[in-house]
């Protein structure tokens, strides 16, 4: 198990336009004036939070800026926020894993070397298509070309640790579309790929067209067809698959989203971002204007808040922890909750084993092969 701690995200809500797919709390026809008012807002934001218990005693092991597209925010904000997090708050030093999401064609090589000299080392690339047409379709503002050559420069700029997000079960696509995209991507030699299905997510322009039948998505079969390409095609690479949807080199795993997976603690900072903290979750409100109002009053930012008595909190981290396909170490869960998970699973825990949903290796519990395809059904059972 790769070693994991506590991860500080930074929500950067702006977007060059909204993808017809996309729920993500993000604002688009942005200016330098609102841009600024929210570095600001993070700054003084930063400066209340490296006060307060538990961030002040905690140390950090990763960095993640994500959105939204990062990479809108003009490189110096990008380092100076970055720097700003290392003072605010205990870091590993020398070690950390500091990531930033970036959208095709809003950075160019210039300003990759600055965040490698800024101090990110991993880079996570939103590709989701190597195909036009459908980039077109789901209201992405790239062509392939620019997913190419943003990854090229990023190499050429020194990154050595590079992600890309690829999506399947796009409108209308086929599986020999979708495998065509994998040996495209595959050919790039990426350090670590998350492949999505798209879900279709309740008031976005992409649901509402599916209701109304002017888009359809591939069906079930299609779908499973998509994931058995996958398969097969990774098998060819030095990929390993660690998590549902995720996979990597060796040493190359995301360390801040293992850390979610885990379900340890995590500072979310900017709107929409949420923070957790032993069995406690609580979200900033999604609303910017709102957000840069409270920074800069030093007010609390709390929006919703969930407290789990401790058995649900238990329960969550099982079913977390079973997404990542080495599952989960059934004796470290009975230390860190002092609950015996055979026990109190009891009868649930027999069935989904006897139907080779689960299995269970020494004190490793784990979805087979059948189960990570059903994952949802093997969740809905240990809820
Ligand atoms: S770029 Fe990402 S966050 Fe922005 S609208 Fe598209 S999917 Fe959503």
Redesign the pocket.
């Known amino acids: 198990m790769d070693k994991t701690g506590p991860g500080i995200y930074l929500h950067v809500p702006f977007?060059?336009?909204?993808?017809s797919?996309?729920s993500?709390y993000?604002c688009t026809g942005t200016d330098d004036t609102l841009i600024r008012q929210y570095h600001a807002a993070v700054t003084r934001r930063l400066t209340t939070l490296q006060q307060l218990v538990p961030w002040k005693d905690l140390t950090f092991t990763t960095i993640f800026f994500g959105?939204?597209?990062p990479s809108i925010l003009p490189v110096p904000l990008l380092a100076d926020l970055v720097t700003h997090i290392q003072k605010s708050f205990s870091v590993t030093s020398g070690q950390a894993e500091i990531s930033i999401e970036v959208?095709p064609a809003t950075i160019n090589q210039e300003g990759l070397v600055k965040l490698r000299q800024a101090g990110f080392n991993r880079l996570s690339i939103?590709f989701q298509s190597l195909d036009d047409q459908q980039l077109k379709r789901i209201?992405?503002p790239h062509s392939a070309n620019d997913a190419l050559e943003t990854y090229a420069v990023a190499r050429k700029a020194g990154f050595t640790n590079i992600s890309i997000d690829l999506m399947y079960g796009l409108p209308d696509q086929a599986p020999q579309q979708w495998s065509k995209i994998l040996d495209q991507a595959m050919e790039l030699e990426p350090d670590h790929i998350s492949m999505y299905e798209l879900t279709l997510e309740a008031g976005t322009p992409l649901a509402t067209a599916v209701d109304k039948g002017a888009v359809s998505l591939p069906d079930e079969d299609t779908v499973m067809e998509m994931m058995a390409t996958t398969r097969e095609t990774i098998s060819h690479t030095p990929l390993e698959r660690y998590e549902i949807s995720n996979y990597a080199r060796p040493g190359y795993r995301c360390l801040h989203n293992l850390n979610y997976w885990n379900n340890g603690s995590y500072l979310g900072i900017g709107p929409g971002a949420v923070s957790a903290f032993e069995g406690k979750r609580w979200s900033t409100r999604e609303d910017l204007a709102q957000f840069t109002n409270a920074a800069n009053s030093h007010e609390s930012q709390e929006g919703e808040v969930e407290v789990l008595d401790h058995e649900a909190y238990f329960r969550e981290t099982v079913m977390i922890g079973l997404r990542l396909t080495e599952g989960i170490d059934l004796k470290k869960l009975h230390d860190r909750f002092s609950i015996d998970p055979v026990i109190y699973y009891g009868k649930t825990l027999t069935h989904l084993l006897d139907r080779k949903l689960l299995k269970l290796d020494g004190q490793k519990l784990s979805l087979t092969h059948h189960g990570l395809a059903l994952a949802n059904t093997v969740m809905a059972e240990l809820v």
């Open positions: 977007c060059l336009s909204k993808c797919y996309c993500f993000s959105g939204g597209t959208n939103g209201g992405r």
